[in-house]
């Protein structure tokens, strides 16, 4: 059974920084990613990474300010987030795919994690 667990998330004042993780059981995946939902807004592409992790992808909003990576003996991806803004306020979800390079569409992963909420206060 195919499992993706999101952890990190919380309450951060402008500026700061968090870590989100994701724990992937199940099997192992080429292509592991993360997106962002605020309320009201679609399901957007954050960032995603290759098996190997050379082949990264930005969304252009986060880029310079966040950065994902992974640990394939742990199955774990990761997104550490830094000088954060209230608009990066959102429910952060994991996902994975099957595809060879990240892919910004949500359609092009096969499994997504339950989600973990991350509040950056003004």
């Known amino acids: 059974q195919v499992q993706l667990v999101e952890s990190g998330g919380g309450l951060v004042q402008a500026g700061g920084s968090l870590r989100l993780s994701c724990a992937a059981s199940g099997r192992a995946f080429n292509i592991l990613g993360w997106f962002h939902q605020a309320p009201g807004k679609e399901r957007e592409f954050v960032a995603g990474?290759?098996?190997?992790?050379?082949?990264?992808s930005y969304a252009d909003s986060v880029k310079g300010r966040f950065t994902i990576s992974r640990d394939n003996a742990k199955n774990t991806v990761y997104l550490q987030m830094n000088s954060l803004k209230p608009e990066d306020t959102a429910v952060y979800y994991c996902a994975a795919a099957r595809a060879l390079d990240p892919r910004p569409n949500s359609y092009e992963y096969d499994y997504w994690g339950q989600g973990t909420q991350v509040t950056v206060s003004s």
């Open positions: 990474i290759s098996w190997s992790g050379r082949s990264t």
